[in-house]
């Protein structure tokens, strides 16, 4: 039961299964988000989130049922999707991997095919990072678009909800319980830019038997060849601002973190993991001042990547941005702070509020890598059109 932390029983042959992520308040069942402190004092929720209503009306339809509670990384404060107080959900593709977090659960009961969608949260990539770990399709949406109401929050200005499903049919199938008439669309893909990322120094400790060097090397080939497969016009792009763009997000991501769950940390030190208390401790630290350089950084990044995405269709733009979502695999469990090495440019899309798909594409390396397209605000539609044009160019060698 690793990756549920409540299962309803539903017949294997029902109408669409959704799996609802513990950080998202379902009526008459208490949210956990994944953490022992917060069960203790959880009561049943009211009703529901607001995020759920098209799921509700679905139901009622006989258009999907609902499957259950899944499980995270505590508090949704964490990438590595390893739970000392429920428990880790073990990664389909290989057991001894991390699944990634947070939204570890709903990722592993898709790629099980135990749900078709999982409902998750994305704050620095907690949708995308246990897509990626788990070979299954994430979509990270537009900050604001799907409402919060309801949802646990870590860090309400980066905060966001998504669904996850095995491939772009079930992130769109998804996306129309979120937002009811949501269809792909708008104009073709033709121009995209491509990033790629600076190294990230490797953490202290275990290292496990693989490279990091070797593994980016294998991840940025298995994009390059999706990529090359479609079609479309690739343009090099550099970002100066993005390294310290991931910085910021992860002051602001901190900064809010203390104010969301620091009385946590305060009262219930004991009942919560040693990771997520050590990074709410930490959080405390974050000053006045730091918050004010990261919100300054925060514009001027914005206003980078809008120069790149903001006028699509006019000569010289860019339709979306390419990049890995995460620039190595997943770690082995017993080695799990190497997530931090491999993170990629999450965060700072978070920052700038912009949507994202992650999508399992095939490798040379022991698990499909992940391709993350990047839209302006907003482009939910094109970004999953264009999703399944990488998927048909790739066939299904990654699965």
């Known amino acids: 039961m690793t990756t549920w932390i409540l299962r309803h029983p539903i017949p294997t042959d029902a109408a669409l299964r959704v799996a609802v992520k513990d950080l998202i308040d379902v009526a008459g069942e208490p949210t956990t988000a994944g953490s022992r402190a917060v069960e203790r004092r959880a009561r049943p929720a009211e009703r529901d989130a607001s995020c759920l209503d098209g799921l509700r009306e679905a139901i009622s339809a006989g258009r999907a049922a609902y499957a259950g509670r899944t499980n995270l990384h505590e508090l949704a404060y964490g990438i590595s999707g390893v739970n000392p107080g429920f428990g880790t959900p073990v990664n389909p593709l290989d ?59 870590l860090a309400p200005s980066l905060d966001t909800v998504g669904p996850i499903a095995r491939d772009v049919t079930g992130l769109v199938a998804g996306m129309g319980l979120l937002e009811a008439g949501f269809t792909p669309g708008g104009p073709p893909t033709r121009r995209v830019g491509r990033l790629r990322l600076p190294p990230t120094p490797a953490p202290a400790g275990p290292r496990d038997a693989w490279d990091l060097r070797a593994q980016r090397a294998t991840v940025e080939a298995a994009v390059d060849a999706a990529l090359g497969s479609t079609g479309w016009e690739v343009v090099p792009v550099e970002l100066p601002g993005t390294h310290r763009a991931l910085l910021a997000a992860m002051t602001i991501l901190d900064a809010e973190a203390w104010v969301t769950n620091g009385d946590l940390a305060r009262t219930a030190a004991a009942e919560i993991g040693a990771d997520v208390l050590a990074r709410l401790q ?10 004010g350089e990261a919100e300054e950084v925060r514009g001027a990044w914005s206003a980078e990547l809008g120069a790149l995405l903001g006028r699509p269709g006019r000569p010289g733009s860019l339709d979306l941005l390419a990049t890995p979502t995460l620039t190595g695999f997943p770690p082995r469990l017993d080695a799990s702070s190497a997530m931090s090495a491999i993170r990629g440019i999450n965060a700072a899309v978070n920052l700038a509020g912009l949507p994202a798909l992650a999508l399992p594409v095939p490798s040379d390396g022991p698990l499909p890598a992940s391709l993350q397209l990047i839209g302006p605000s907003g482009s939910e539609e094109r970004i999953l059109a264009a999703g399944a044009v990488v998927e048909a160019s790739v066939g299904q060698a990654c699965r």
Do not use: Y
């Open 95 to 153: 057991p001894a991997r991390v699944p990634g977090g947070s939204s570890s659960g709903s990722a592993v009961a898709v790629a099980t095919g135990e749900a078709d969608i999982g409902f998750g949260t994305d704050t620095g990539g907690s949708i995308r990072i246990p897509a990626a770990c788990c070979g299954v399709a994430g979509l990270k949406t537009t900050h604001g678009r799907v409402g919060l109401r309801g949802v646990w929050p």
């Open 282 to 291: 930490q959080a405390s630290s974050v000053t006045a001042a730091e918050l």
